[in-house]
C-alpha cells in the first residue's frame, strides 16, 4: 500500500508539475499503477464472485423450483397450486380434529364402568361430559337411553356413531378431488403446450428444434407440478383415512363394550 501510495503522489506532482511535458511518461505511469491495482482488485472480485457462488448453491433449489414455476405459465401452474394450497390446508384441519379426537378408550370404559357401579348413570353420564372425542359423545347417548332399555341404548348407540363417522370424515372429499385434478390440470396443460408447438411449426413451415422447445417445456413442467402436488396430497390423505379407520374400529369396539355394561348394570339393579 505505502508503495501505491508513493507511485500515486509522483505521478500527481509529475502531472501538475508538466503540463507541457509530454504525456508518454505520464501514460506509462498510470500503466504501472493500473498493474499494482490490478491485483486488489482481482482478489476483491475473486473473493466477491466466491460469495455470490456460495450463495448461489445455497439457494439453488429454491430459485431454480421458482423460476420452473415461472417458467410453466400463469394459466395451469397457479391452479395447480391452488390446489395444494387448499388441499393442505383442508388436510392439516383435519388432522388437528382426528389427533382431537382421538381418546384412551380403554381408560374411559373403566372410569364409566366405575362411575356406572358407583354413582349411577348420572356420575357416569358425568365422567363422559369431562372427556373430549366422539367415544365419550357415543358414551354419552347410550348412558342417555340406558333407563328407558338396552334396545333403546343400543339404538342411539348406533344411530350417534354414524353421526360421527360424518364428523370424521368431514371435507376428506374435497382432498381426493384436489388429487386427481392436480395433475389433470398438468395433463391438459401438456396438451396445450404441445399444440402450441405444433402451431408454430406449421406458421414457420419449417422444423426447428427451437420452434417446438419452448411449448414442450411448458408442457412438462406443468405435468412435473400437477404430478408433484398429488404426491404430496396423497400422502397426507392417507394418513387421514387410517386415522379415521382407527378412530372408527374403536368407536365400534367401545359401543359393544358399553352395551355389555349396561346389561351387567341392569342385572344388578
Same mark, same amino acid.
Given at each position: 500500500?505505502?508503495?501505491?501510495?508513493?507511485?500515486?503522489?509522483?505521478?500527481?506532482?509529475?502531472?501538475?508539475?508538466?503540463?507541457?511535458?509530454?504525456?508518454?511518461?505520464?501514460?506509462?505511469?498510470?500503466?504501472?499503477?493500473?498493474?499494482?491495482?490490478?491485483?486488489?482488485?482481482?482478489?476483491?472480485?475473486?473473493?466477491?464472485?466466491?460469495?455470490?457462488?456460495?450463495?448461489?448453491?445455497?439457494?439453488?433449489?429454491?430459485?431454480?423450483?421458482?423460476?420452473?414455476?415461472?417458467?410453466?405459465?400463469?394459466?395451469?401452474?397457479?391452479?395447480?397450486?391452488?390446489?395444494?394450497?387448499?388441499?393442505?390446508?383442508?388436510?392439516?384441519?383435519?388432522?388437528?380434529?382426528?389427533?382431537?379426537?382421538?381418546?384412551?378408550?380403554?381408560?374411559?370404559?373403566?372410569?364409566?364402568?366405575?362411575?356406572?357401579?358407583?354413582?349411577?348413570?348420572?356420575?357416569?353420564?358425568?365422567?363422559?361430559?369431562?372427556?373430549?372425542?366422539? !367415544? /365419550?359423545? %357415543?358414551?354419552?347417548?347410550?348412558? *342417555?337411553?340406558? +333407563?328407558? @332399555? $338396552?334396545?333403546?341404548?343400543?339404538?342411539? &348407540?348406533?344411530?350417534y356413531g354414524g353421526v360421527q363417522m360424518g364428523q370424521l370424515e368431514k371435507n376428506v372429499s374435497w382432498i381426493s378431488l384436489f388429487i386427481a385434478l392436480a395433475p389433470m390440470l398438468g395433463f391438459m396443460g401438456t396438451v396445450?403446450?404441445?399444440?402450441?408447438?405444433?402451431?408454430?411449426?406449421?406458421?414457420?413451415?419449417?422444423?426447428?428444434?427451437?420452434?417446438?422447445?419452448?411449448?414442450?417445456?411448458?408442457?412438462?413442467?406443468?405435468?412435473?407440478?400437477?404430478?408433484?402436488?398429488?404426491?404430496?396430497?396423497?400422502?397426507?390423505?392417507?394418513?387421514? !383415512? /387410517?386415522? %379415521?379407520?382407527?378412530?372408527?374400529? *374403536?368407536?365400534? +369396539?367401545? @359401543? $359393544?363394550?358399553?352395551?355389555?355394561?349396561? &346389561?351387567?348394570?341392569?342385572?344388578?339393579?
Amino acid at each position: 500500500m505505502k508503495r501505491l501510495f508513493s507511485i500515486l503522489a509522483i505521478a500527481a506532482v509529475m502531472t501538475f508539475g508538466n503540463l507541457q511535458a509530454s504525456t508518454a511518461p505520464a501514460q506509462l505511469l498510470t500503466a504501472n499503477v493500473q498493474l499494482l491495482i490490478a491485483p486488489i482488485t482481482n482478489t476483491t472480485t475473486i473473493q466477491e464472485e466466491a460469495v455470490s457462488e456460495a450463495t448461489t448453491d445455497e439457494l439453488s433449489f429454491h430459485q431454480n423450483l421458482k423460476r420452473r414455476f415461472i417458467e410453466g405459465g400463469p394459466q395451469f401452474m397457479g391452479i395447480v397450486l391452488l390446489c395444494l394450497i387448499l388441499g393442505l390446508a383442508i388436510a392439516i384441519e383435519r388432522i388437528i380434529f382426528l389427533n382431537l379426537s382421538t381418546t384412551n378408550t380403554k381408560k374411559l370404559q373403566q372410569n364409566v364402568e366405575d362411575a356406572l357401579n358407583s354413582g349411577g348413570i348420572e356420575a357416569a353420564k358425568e365422567v363422559c361430559r369431562n372427556t373430549k372425542g366422539p !367415544v /365419550a359423545s %357415543i358414551y354419552y347417548q347410550g348412558l *342417555d337411553r340406558a +333407563d328407558e @332399555s $338396552i334396545d333403546a341404548a343400543e339404538k342411539s &348407540v348406533v344411530a350417534y356413531g354414524g353421526v360421527q363417522m360424518g364428523q370424521l370424515e368431514k371435507n376428506v372429499s374435497w382432498i381426493s378431488l384436489f388429487i386427481a385434478l392436480a395433475p389433470m390440470l398438468g395433463f391438459m396443460g401438456t396438451v396445450i403446450g404441445m399444440i402450441t408447438a405444433f402451431d408454430k411449426i406449421a406458421a414457420a413451415d419449417d422444423m426447428q428444434p427451437s420452434l417446438v422447445a419452448g411449448g414442450i417445456k411448458v408442457a412438462l413442467l406443468t405435468t412435473v407440478f400437477g404430478l408433484i402436488v398429488a404426491i404430496i396430497l396423497q400422502i397426507f390423505y392417507n394418513y387421514i !383415512v /387410517a386415522k %379415521i379407520d382407527r378412530i372408527v374400529n *374403536d368407536m365400534e +369396539d367401545a @359401543s $359393544i363394550t358399553l352395551i355389555d355394561i349396561l &346389561v351387567d348394570y341392569k342385572k344388578k339393579k
